[in-house]
């Protein structure tokens, strides 16, 4: 079982930054991949980035350039550090964790993760 708790998120003024956190429960947390996903009003769950077991990173082409995920396993947390934030960008951000080995890195399916954070709400006002 793991657990996953987000934090970080709030309100900021279009242009600025946010760097979000999630804390994870469990020893093997290092073998994780890793991602964030976001959820709009009305929107689909969408996938923002991903960061495998190696550290190689995976970012959806709306983020590229802004956005920066990590990991740092001695604290079992992940990031995502959020940069020219764009009202558009305002959602729930999700955490969650693909324990399964055998996923292929990276996958943008919400399927492949098998434990979610609660979400953290971002609001980018213009």
């Known amino acids: 079982q793991v657990q996953l708790v987000e934090s970080g998120g709030g309100l900021v003024q279009a242009g600025g930054s946010l760097r979000l956190s999630c804390a994870a429960s469990g020893r093997t947390f290092s073998a994780y991949t890793m991602a964030w996903f976001r959820q709009a009003p009305g929107k689909e769950r969408e996938f923002v980035a991903a960061i495998n077991r190696g550290g190689s990173t995976y970012y959806t082409d709306y983020v590229k350039g802004r956005f920066t995920i990590s990991r740092d396993n001695a604290k079992n947390t992940v990031y995502l550090q959020m940069n020219s934030l764009r009202p558009e960008d305002t959602a729930v951000y999700y955490c969650?964790?693909?324990?399964?080995?055998?996923?292929?890195?990276?996958?943008?399916?919400?399927?492949?993760?098998?434990?979610w954070g609660q979400g953290t709400q971002v609001t980018v006002s213009s």
């Open positions: 969650a964790a693909d324990t399964n080995p055998s996923i292929v890195f990276p996958s943008r399916t919400k399927g492949a993760y098998d434990y």
